[in-house]
């Protein structure tokens, strides 16, 4: 079966469950990343700023949640705020 995109429906599945939609704690969406882990995303530095309402380049890292959901994977909307812990930094620069 191929999409509209001509595409498998499987291949255009997977990846729409592996994009995620980077916010901040107050809903400012900053752009979007890719899970490349069960738990892990992959997404650039200035999404993060924007999303956290910060300057872009800020060094060091900067503090704060982010909340990370899947709007292409058909799952459920993502909590009011962010889980205890959740979307910490695990790199930067």
């Known amino acids: 079966m191929t999409t509209a995109s001509g595409g498998s429906a499987s291949a255009d599945a997977a990846l729409g469950s592996a994009i ?3 916010a901040g704690p107050d809903g400012t969406v ?4 890719f899970l490349v882990a069960p738990d892990l995303a992959l997404t650039c530095a ?3 700023a924007d ?5 872009r380049g800020q ?3 900067p503090l704060g949640a982010l909340v990370l ?6 799952g459920p909307p993502p909590p009011p705020h ?3 812990g959740g979307g ?3 790199g930067w620069g």
């Open 59 to 61: 060094v060091p890292a």
């Open 88 to 90: 910490r930094g695990g």
């Open 20 to 22: 995620v939609r980077v």
């Open 82 to 84: 962010p889980p205890p």
């Open 51 to 55: 999303a956290l309402g910060l300057p």
């Open 46 to 48: 200035h999404v993060v």
């Open 69 to 74: 959901d899947r709007p292409l994977s058909g």
């Open 30 to 33: 900053g752009g979007v990343g």
